[in-house]
């Protein structure tokens, strides 16, 4: 890429990239958060106190704490138990696989 870029892009330092997992909660996710960590949900579960997660919700909500990534890890977790350890984790994860048909078109 030495002819296509300038000299300082290609000297730079490796740089991570960050996913905009704030931007998600507060807007395309607010519904999923909603849902899947609700007071609900997360007593049926038996992992964490409920007002625990309720707690993260709110102040990042508020903007008191920037709580994405907690949210964003419990979001995570309870995705994954519900495709891999709950009852119908088959189904589901079918629903999330790629059909060899799609994956080829």
């Known amino acids: 890429m030495k002819d296509v870029l300038p000299a300082e892009v290609l000297r730079q330092p490796k740089a991570g990239f960050a996913a905009p997992v704030d931007y998600w909660l507060a807007n395309d996710l607010r519904e999923m958060v909603d849902d899947l960590l609700s007071e609900t949900n997360i007593r049926d579960r038996g992992l964490f106190r409920p007002e625990v997660v309720r707690r993260f919700v709110d102040e990042h909500r508020r903007g008191a704490e920037d709580c994405s990534m907690q949210i964003w ?8 138990m519900r495709i891999f ?20 078109a």
């Open 73 to 80: 890890q419990f979001l995570t977790l309870e995705n994954w």
């Open 85 to 104: 350890l709950d009852a119908g984790a088959e189904q589901r994860a079918e629903e999330f696989t790629p059909s060899h048909e799609a994956l080829t």
